[in-house]
Nanobody, 125 residues
Framework: EVQLAESGGGSVRAGGSLRLSCVASGPTWNTDYRMGWFRQVSGEKRAWVAAIDGVGNPTYAESVKGRFTIYQNSAKNTLFLQMDSLKPEDSAMYYC??????????????????WGQGTQVTVSS
């Protein structure tokens, strides 16, 4: 089993920045897991934000490209999401996810994906 614990959410004005963190642990955790971020607005489907592959290559949703940066620590057990130039439409609950298959981190609908509890981001205009 894998546990994911997010932190770093909060409230910020438009144009501001936040950095989210996600620490992975658990008896079956290993560095073969790929990690990513999703976000969800109440009443809407969870949406993919960004993911990182086994050699550190990031991919981003078009809505955040150029503003968000995903990266990991050297041990690959902590995932970060640096969010700059935040907009009100970025407001959501942000979830960390882990899966052995990178493709699953872009759909978010696989039984094999582990999820954190989420951290709330609120951006005011």
């Amino acid at each position: 089993e894998v546990q994911l614990a997010e932190s770093g959410g909060g409230s910020v004005r438009a144009g501001g920045s936040l950095r989210l963190s996600c620490v992975a642990s658990g008896p079956t955790w290993n560095t073969d897991y790929r990690m990513g971020w999703f976000r969800q607005v109440s009443g809407e489907k969870r949406a993919w934000v960004a993911a990182i592959d086994g050699v550190g290559n990031p991919t981003y949703a078009e809505s955040v490209k150029g503003r968000f940066t995903i990266y990991q620590n050297s041990a690959k057990n902590t995932l970060f999401l640096q969010m700059d130039s935040l907009k009100p439409e970025d407001s959501a609950m942000y979830y960390c996810a882990a899966d052995h298959a990178l493709a699953n981190l872009k759909t978010g609908d696989s039984w094999s994906t582990y999820w954190g509890q989420g951290t709330q981001v609120t951006v005011s205009s």
